[in-house]
């Protein structure tokens, strides 16, 4: 017959324990990631390091979001769906700063930690922030961007949106940047294309057209850079710096062609194997940092194949 410390232990293994909030099903944590999209090769990436997390830590996580980087909604809905299930934890990329907040609060009160990944919310619900220190990444691409037109001129922005936190820094801090270095360059027009390279592309279009005297142009997520440089292409438009941000295939090909000048890389497997790794802290009770820096680095043909950057550039 078994001891009774034998018998607590069979009946653990076989059943599903929770405990304020933590859901262990034969003692494997189940971490949910609710992404802000699947269209762009940086969430690929970022999967990718989740999974290796996952992997070397013995837990379950699965990764979803919405079809595109527009559907705030959707991406409402996948987290809401993930709360009912009781996680261990949630690790969440917010669309929206703020159109999370009464969901996150719903964690909360459940005692089932967030873990914010790319994209923080307007909360301290969180217990970290897994990211890219945005504004310094793009205000190192605005002294690129300096650098590279002689110091002076018109650039504009195209931006994925203006209501994620990427979004809000990286435009930011590229803008910051130029106004407080850079008197002799004006900006002449931010616009928003949803991360989608066709609206980025037509967006681009409107603004080489409104300003035939531009000398760059900023693209600030995959999409959006993307977009920028079709657009350029397809109207035959010469002299203009295109700088853009993330990686993928066609912003690696157009850098090292001379198509597009450089770009600023994050290290996104590195952000999702850190998301992972947060969310298994803070079921443990461990006290996390309010943000988690995973990096980031710019990249152009000189030194595109340096072993540093190829290791946070992906397809």
Aim: aromatic share 6%; with cysteine; hydrophobic share 45%.
């Amino acid at each position: 017959m078994l001891n009774r410390r034998a018998l607590m232990a069979a009946l653990c293994a076989g059943s599903l324990i929770a405990s304020s909030g933590m859901a262990v099903a034969q003692d494997k944590l189940y971490i949910p990631l609710i992404s802000k999209g699947f269209q762009h090769q940086f969430w690929q990436a970022v999967k990718a390091g989740a999974d290796k997390a996952a992997t070397e830590f013995g837990v379950e996580v699965t990764f979803e979001g919405p079809d595109t980087e527009a559907q705030v909604d959707k991406q409402m809905d996948m987290l809401a769906a993930a709360l009912a299930k009781k996680p261990a934890a949630i690790g969440f990329a917010a669309l929206d700063s703020q159109a999370a907040t009464p969901l996150l609060k719903q964690a909360k009160d459940a005692g089932i930690p967030i873990i914010a990944f790319d994209s923080g919310v307007d909360s301290d619900i969180p217990a970290t922030t897994v990211t890219t220190n945005n504004l310094a990444a793009a205000a190192l691409a605005a002294d690129k961007m300096a650098e590279l037109i002689g110091g002076s001129g018109k650039v504009a922005l195209v931006v994925h949106d203006q209501t994620s936190r990427t979004g809000i820094d990286r435009r930011d801090g590229f803008v910051n940047r130029v106004k407080e270095a850079y008197p002799n360059i004006e900006i002449v027009d931010i616009q928003y294309g949803a991360g989608d390279q066709l609206q980025s592309t037509e967006i681009t279009k409107a603004i080489l057209t409104a300003h035939s005297d531009i000398k760059g142009i900023f693209g600030a997520n995959e999409g959006s850079a993307i977009g920028v440089l079709n657009a350029v292409k397809e109207t035959g438009k010469t002299g203009v710096i295109v700088i853009g941000y993330d990686s993928g295939k066609l912003q690696k090909d157009a850098i090292r062609a001379g198509e597009m000048a450089g770009a600023i890389t994050q290290n996104p497997v590195g952000i999702g194997y850190e998301t992972v790794k947060a969310a298994i802290a803070a079921v443990k009770g461990e006290k996390l940092a309010g943000t988690i820096d995973s990096g980031f680095a710019w990249y152009d043909k000189t030194n595109i194949d340096a072993p540093e950057i190829t290791a946070v550039l992906y397809d």
